[in-house]
């Protein structure tokens, strides 16, 4: 592991040291610096923590949010909660994955797409809902789907 | 001094709708007139039309104007700002009846409203605390500290009778009694802003839009039962309400409402943010407080309730962030007021978050009994494109449907319940005749079964179990006896899970085969989906008579699998046609059949 990647580990454990409950906090800012936890960095906490690595990623498994992969460069997110749902999410997702040749899951092999499905975001007056990085598209047709892959292909 | 105050939006929908851009637009155009000084926009929480946005409201008038793209905001202000005649255009204009609404407060979506909860989202910013404190804020917090003992509060909140509207209704006050009840020592007081129900979205809304009445709410909690520490516990999908959360907990600690001494007495109490990690099952008050603990968020079996066995094992409380929200006009106008609303046992207010096939999606709060023909005819709009209304979800994956025959019936707790569907935290979801009940039951499980947390069997097995029935049901493979045996795996998964998420995950299964039976013996005896919905049970047909050949299908379909030729009528490759239904949107003569 390279020494900059455990000062930045280091510096973050520190940061919430005393926080009770710290555990988390410090994965979720791992996770914001990083994209996602390895296996070297989740044990890396553990032995700074003091506690075993099995406890660490028995956590990081659990949680949906936390992720073991590197995602792709722009994250596509449908909402698949109720109210997208309803308005045709499913549709949505399927012109995504036919339009990147992927599955939900997935990052697309020049690592430029990772499709994902999201819980609700609570922009359901909208639905259905995509999130592209931050990017918050709402009421999206399926058909407007491939002009929205152009636009960040382009970036 | 201002001659003008323009509101706009910024709400989680507005946003989405590009309301920010509006905004900067705005801004930038109040410059160029040089009226900067005159004119002040105010960016605030969500207003609840989700449907309209982006919108703004410009005031002294009260005007509200809708649907806003970036070219409508010069005219906005030349016309209205600058020469105070209102642009018409831009306003509400009724889909039916072409009534064209000019105030906000005239609109029917506002009108009907009872704003408790609410009472601030919408209307102030939520990055000024002095906004909050212009309209009472912490004027609660300074009347409990000022000459009201714990006692005082407790009775007061619970002669309110509030009851908690995150899922249970278990009453507020008598929660904070046995908290109160517990020794004196460590206590902590935590909110629970978790929203794992898909659909609805006022915590989110009242947290982004006026985070100040949950940390004054909460102070006075701790008050309530001695505790000195809180905590408040957002999902990770909504990074905005954690941000406009931690700034006002900078502000009200710059101010003095938390901190020690507060405001000149000798109560100590603080807050701090922990965000979730995106596990439905973290918003069942055992595992949430797991979670804060920084392990799995697995539940504990209750009792120990929290109330005495909680956080790190000491005493504490847990309340979802609508019922906080109403902790400070109830202690401002008293026990007696909040009582007078809604019905004899659901006192108050409940807010909904209206999604799905409905007109006017949104944030609404009505009192509480309101029926649910108001909420989505009078409030909502009805149904968009003329089709019928089929049924409502409430109480999200743990609750059960709503149908045409309980459309005169009033939203309250025990009404809900008695008809097999729960309060839950308020969602709303409406679906339209061509929903498929047996596949929002699949979904429901689909969920519960990916939520299981997977630390009892029955939960995990027995969601598993009813999945794959359910799947079997909508891909056409539907047996004999799958009902039976649904209706089985529920009652047993009911009475032997160990935690809420186990015990109603069946709810939505039962409650649609209590309602719409024939629709899951369709999908087994005759292979056919009543709704038109489940692909493996439909298929589409050109008919050769209509059609006029001129082929717009043809370059629609996204697997080419319309062929023919100009002029002659075109047909389906069954084997190609995945079903996706563009055909039948895009047909300008109506020759495409679904069956
Ligand atoms: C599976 C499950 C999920 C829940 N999710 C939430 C939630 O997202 N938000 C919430 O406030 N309560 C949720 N609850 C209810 C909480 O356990 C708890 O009853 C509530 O936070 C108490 O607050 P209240 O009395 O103010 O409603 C959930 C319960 C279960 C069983
Ligand atoms: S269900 Fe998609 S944003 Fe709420």
Known sequence: MCSTVADKVYTIVDRFRDTPGSLIPILHAIQEEYGYLSRDVQAMVASELGISPAKVHGVVSFYSFFTEQAKGEHEIGVCMGTACYVRGAADVLEAFQNQLHIRAGETTSDQRFTIGMTRCIGACGLAPVVTINDDVYGRLAPDRVPELIEKYRRQ | ?595
């Open chain 2, 1 to 595: 001094m201002y001659r003008a105050h323009v509101l706009v939006c910024a709400g989680a929908g507005c946003v989405s709708s590009r309301s920010r851009d509006v905004r900067d637009e705005l801004v930038k155009i109040l410059g160029e007139r040089d009226i900067s000084e005159e004119v002040r926009v105010i960016e605030t929480g969500c207003i609840g039309t989700c449907d309209l946005g982006p919108v703004m409201i410009v005031y002294p008038e009260g005007v509200f104007y809708q649907k806003l793209g970036l070219g409508d905001v010069a005219q906005i202000v030349d016309e209205h700002l600058i020469r105070g005649r209102v642009v018409e255009r831009l306003l509400y204009r009724a889909p039916l009846t072409e009534i064209v609404t000019e105030k906000m407060r005239d609109l029917e979506f506002f009108r009907r409203q009872y704003r408790i909860a609410l009472r601030n989202t919408g209307v102030i910013d939520p990055e000024s605390i002095e906004e909050y404190i212009a309209r009472d804020g912490y004027m609660a917090l300074g009347t409990v500290l000022d000459g009201m003992t714990p006692d005082q509060v407790i009775q007061e909140i619970t002669a309110s009778g509030l009851r908690g509207r995150g899922g249970g209704g278990f009453p507020t006050g008598r929660k904070w009694d046995f908290a109160a009840q517990a020794p004196v020592g460590q206590k902590y007081v935590v909110c629970n802003a978790d929203e794992g129900d898909p659909g609805a979205f006022m915590d989110r809304s009242i947290i982004e839009g006026d985070p100040h009445s949950i940390i004054e709410a909460m102070a006075i909690a701790g008050y309530a039962i001695g505790a000195d520490q809180g905590y408040v516990y957002v999902r990770a999908e909504y990074p905005l309400a954690v941000e406009r959360f931690q700034l006002a907990l900078q502000q009200a600690r710059e101010y003095g409402f938390l901190g020690s001494a507060i405001l000149g007495t000798d109560f100590h109490f603080d807050l701090d943010v922990r965000v979730g990690a995106g596990a439905f099952v973290c918003g069942e008050e055992t595992a949430l407080l797991n979670s804060i603990e920084g392990n799995r968020g697995e539940p504990r079996p209750r009792p120990p309730f929290p109330a005495v066995a909680g956080l790190w094992g000491r005493p504490t409380i847990i309340n979802n962030v609508e019922t906080y929200a109403n902790v400070p006009p109830i202690i401002q106008h008293g026990a007696k007021w909040f009582s007078k609303i809604g019905t004899e046992a659901s006192r108050g207010t409940k807010v909904f978050a209206m999604a799905g096939n409905i007109n006017n999606t949104g944030l609404v709060e009505v009192p509480m009994g309101t029926t649910l023909r108001e909420l989505i005819y009078d409030i909502g709009g009805g149904i968009p494109g003329n089709k019928r209304f089929k049924a409502a979800q409430t109480g999200g994956p743990s609750g059960g449907c709503l149908t045409e025959d309980h459309l005169d019936t009033p939203m309250d707790y025990d009404t809900l319940l008695e008809l097999g569907s729960m309060m839950g935290s308020g969602g709303l979801i409406v679906m339209d005749e061509d929903t498929c009940m047996v596949d929002i039951a699949r979904f429901f499980l689909d969920f519960t079964r990916d939520e299981s947390c997977g630390k009892c069997n029955p939960c995990r097995i027995g969601t598993t179990r009813m999945l794959s029935i359910l799947e079997r049901l909508v891909s056409g493979e539907g047996q004999q006896g799958d009902i039976e045996e649904l209706e089985d795996l529920a009652v047993f998964i009911q009475e032997t899970s160990l935690c809420g998420l186990g015990q109603s995950a069946p709810n939505p299964v039962l409650s649609t085969l209590k309602n719409f039976r024939s629709e899951y013996e369709a999908h087994i005896r005759e292979r056919r989906c009543p709704a038109g919905h489940c692909r493996a049970l439909i298929s589409y047909t050109i008919v050769a008579e209509t059609c006029i050949g001129c082929g717009i299908c043809a370059r629609h379909c996204p697997s080419n699998a319309i062929v023919g030729e100009r002029r002659n009528p075109y047909s389906i490759v069954t084997e190609l046609c995945t079903k996706c239904g563009v055909c039948l949107q895009e047909c300008p003569v109506q020759a495409i059949q679904k069956r």
